[in-house]
Nanobody, 119 residues
Framework: QVQLVESGGGLVQAGGSLRLSCSIS????????MGWFRQAPGQEREFVGRFSWNNGITYYAAAVKGRFTISRNYFKNTVYLQMNGLKPEDTAVYYCAAASSWSSTFDYWGQGTQVTVSS
């Protein structure tokens, strides 16, 4: 099993920044992919970005590209989501997820962390 724990959410004004963290423990895969998703009230879960653990390749949703950046700390087994230029529409619960490879489905999920952007 893989355990994921998000942290770093909070309240920020529009235009501000936040960095979310996702701490990874348990079983790991040499080529797994990490993903960030979000879910706003009354809406379906939305893909934010994907990160390849072994080569650092990233892919972002159009809504966040250029504003959000996924990175990792290899030694801390932690993935980050740096969010800049936040907008009220970015308000959501943010989840990190893990897949056994870049093309696999995300089978492991964290509990989520709330991000609220005020206008």
């Amino acid at each position: 099993q893989v355990q994921l724990v998000e942290s770093g959410g909070g309240l920020v004004q529009a235009g501000g920044s936040l960095r979310l963290s996702c701490s990874i423990s348990g079983r790991t895969f040499s080529s797994y992919a990490m993903g960030w998703f979000r879910q706003a009230p009354g809406q379906e879960r939305e893909f934010v970005g994907r990160f390849s653990w072994n080569n650092g390749i990233t892919y972002y949703a159009a809504a966040v590209k250029g504003r959000f950046t996924i990175s990792r700390n290899y030694f801390k087994n932690t993935v980050y989501l740096q969010m800049n230029g936040l907008k009220p529409e970015d308000t959501a619960v943010y989840y990190c997820a893990a897949a056994s490879s870049w093309s696999s489905t995300f089978d492991y999920w964290g509990q989520g962390t709330q991000v609220t952007v005020s206008s």
